[in-house]
């Protein structure tokens, strides 16, 4: 059972700032990485940034600067800074989590949890 929980968000005007966070309610000692997808309506889901239990981050070109993510293994939390925000940044955004399942016979996969997603809106 995995859960993941959204918080954060809201309407903020061209410029601002908003914190999301995404707290994992589960079983699964360490997930391979969390992070964080938008979609935006009639727009396919996105990646926004992601981080490894190791630390490596990955930004989409687009909030490369502006987006800050950062993690809690132990919380087994996810936290996404975003500053400077723009219209085109107003979107649903979702919590992702996945594990990476390993197996000895056969092929191993990722298992990939997700929130229900969060409103960010940036608008005047």
């Known amino acids: 059972q995995v859960q993941l929980m959204e918080s954060g968000g809201g309407l903020v005007q061209p410029g601002g700032s908003l914190n999301l966070s995404c707290a994992a309610s589960?079983?699964?000692?360490?997930?391979?990485?969390m992070g964080w997808y938008r979609q935006a309506p009639d727009k396919q889901r996105e990646l926004v940034a992601t981080?490894?239990?190791?630390?490596?981050?990955d930004y989409a070109d687009s909030v490369k600067g502006r987006f800050t993510i950062s993690g809690d293994s132990a919380k087994k939390t996810v936290y996404l800074q975003m500053k400077s925000l723009r219209p085109e940044d107003t979107a649903v955004y979702y919590c992702?989590?996945?594990?990476?399942?390993?197996?000895?016979?056969?092929?191993?996969?990722?298992?990939?949890?997700w929130g229900q997603g969060i409103q960010v809106s940036v608008s005047s």
């Open positions: 981080i490894t239990s190791s630390g490596r981050t």
């Open positions: 589960t079983n699964i000692f360490k997930f391979n990485a």
């Open positions: 992702n989590a996945r594990y990476r399942v390993r197996a000895l016979v056969g092929p191993g996969h990722d298992d990939d949890y």
